[in-house]
């Protein structure tokens, strides 16, 4: 498996992945697990995932005064997702946190394009060049959009069938897991035009960023149960189910 470049030692208090930002995700969610043991950054009290695209002034100044609150565990932990989409306000805003943290506070800023953000968040980010954007193949990106239909329908036994068709081997369903997650942040950041698919744009534009959030963390679990031998038939049970809990 590819690793980012992190250096070995100390880690510095915050760094700008530019690249594919769900394979980048992927990447940091493994570092996080070898270095501080933490399963999900989405489910741990010390992480805090964000998203760029719909988080406000406020909530930037209400994590800005927790990142001095002392963590329970060895570090805390603070993702920007589609980092390059934050307003010119709010990367004002977190400038003097990034500039000089706490002790054990890092700040990952995973983006598209380092040239959309300021020069002075630049300025204050160790630079890694991360994954660049995924080429993935027209049969997957036709099955991913007949999933988000299914989904829209509420339609398990559809959802089902969709993944069945790569549980020939584990590591295809894996493949595809891991390449379904790339696509809900593809389309959702409107990648992919939704116009070629009439009957889920009205789902793409209506889902939240907490529900995508909670979505990549479902499907990036069930690649991990296929990878530790947990039975193909049960992980596409989990992801079904838990997907539908989502949205209910």
Do not use: W
């Amino acid at each position: 498996m590819r690793e980012l470049p992190f250096e070995k030692g100390n880690l510095n208090h915050a760094y700008l992945i530019e690249g594919d930002v769900g394979a980048n995700f992927q990447l940091l969610q493994a570092f996080l697990k070898t270095r501080f043991g933490i399963d999900s950054v989405f489910h741990h009290v010390d992480a805090k995932v964000i998203d760029s695209y719909t988080v406000e002034v406020q909530e930037i100044r209400e994590l800005i005064q927790g990142v001095s609150i002392k963590a329970h565990s060895e570090a805390k932990i603070y993702v920007f997702l589609e980092a390059d989409e934050l307003s010119v306000g709010i990367q004002n805003t977190l400038l003097k946190t990034l500039e000089d943290p706490p002790d054990q506070v890092y700040f990952f800023l995973l983006c598209k394009n380092r040239l959309s953000l300021l020069e002075t968040v630049i300025s204050r980010c160790s630079l890694l060049a991360g994954v660049r954007e995924n080429r993935i193949d027209e049969r997957l990106k036709e099955d991913f959009f007949t999933f988000l239909q299914k989904i829209r329908e509420r339609d398990a036994l559809g959802m089902r069938k969709v993944l069945k068709q790569y549980s020939k081997q584990r590591e295809e369903l894996a493949s595809c897991l891991d390449s379904f997650t790339v696509l809900f942040v593809r389309v959702l950041k409107e990648r992919y035009q939704p116009e070629r698919f009439e009957e889920g744009a009205s789902f793409l534009h209506a889902i939240n960023g907490y529900s995508l959030i909670e979505i990549v963390d479902i499907l990036d679990k069930a690649k991990k149960y296929i990878e530790s031998n947990v039975s193909m038939n049960a992980s596409i049970d989990y992801t079904v189910l838990n997907i539908l809990e989502v949205l209910d």
